[in-house]
């Protein structure tokens, strides 16, 4: 159970657990999260981020066009978080922080730190990530044009969020060309900008490490 795997006492619930759960379907890793998120909700448990990588597989945000959806057939989820379609895979570290917020309306905000973090991440392997206010989540501008390296997509029910990001290590990118609305979401080529032998093992306890502090503050640690 897995307010049993966490701190199941409310005087506990003080930090940011960090939990790897490898790789596993999207369906599972939702019920997952629902069933921590009520936890959190309920104060059983800790905030707490959930690490992992899923199987091939389109998830679609509420903003998500029809004309935006694969062209092959493509199992596509519909989920109730914000932003359009995304896709997972082996070779990208997904982050899921089912934390009580402080500020329980303050998504955008929340969004924001979730960017500082990543690019913060992006730094620690030398890659310089950005941001801009036209656009979501964590960029890459260079000489090759703009490439997204991170998507973020987040709900918040209760003042606890759910979803949260997809950080690009080593996909295989050959995925995005599914899809009509990467092109239009994301200008320019899709790329892996990461270090050629790197793996997405390698970057969980850096990912751990830069989320559990950057986030800290905007968490709710008190009991209500």
């Given amino acids: 159970m897995i307010s049993q795997a966490l701190a199941s006492k409310r005087d506990e619930v003080s930090t940011i657990n960090c939990q790897s759960l490898g790789l596993i379907d999207y369906e599972k890793a939702l019920a997952i999260q629902r069933q921590l998120h009520q936890e959190v909700v309920d104060q059983i448990s800790a905030s707490s981020l959930l690490l992992l990588q899923h199987p091939p597989v389109f998830t679609a945000g509420r903003r998500t066009l029809d004309s935006e959806r694969p062209i092959d057939g493509s199992k596509v989820i519909d989920v109730d978080r914000g932003g359009k379609i995304t896709f997972h895979g082996p070779g990208q570290i997904v982050g899921y922080p089912i934390v009580k917020l402080k500020k329980p309306n303050d998504v955008v905000g929340f969004v924001r730190e979730l960017e500082k973090a990543l690019i913060q991440i992006c730094q620690d392997f030398n890659i310089k990530g950005q941001t801009y206010c036209e656009r979501s989540g964590v960029w890459v501008r260079d000489e090759r ?10 709900r918040v029910a ?34 892996v900008i990461f270090p050629p032998l790197s793996t997405s093992i390698t970057f969980e306890p850096s990912i751990g490490r830069s989320l559990s502090s950057v986030l800290r503050p905007a968490v709710n640690t008190g009991g209500c």
């Fill in 145 to 154: 044009g703009d490439r997204k390296i991170a998507a973020i997509g987040i």
């Fill in 158 to 191: 209760k003042g606890v969020t759910m979803h949260g990001f997809a950080l690009n290590v080593n996909p295989d990118l050959g995925f995005f060309n599914l899809t009509i609305g990467y092109p239009t979401i994301c200008p320019g080529p899709w790329n």
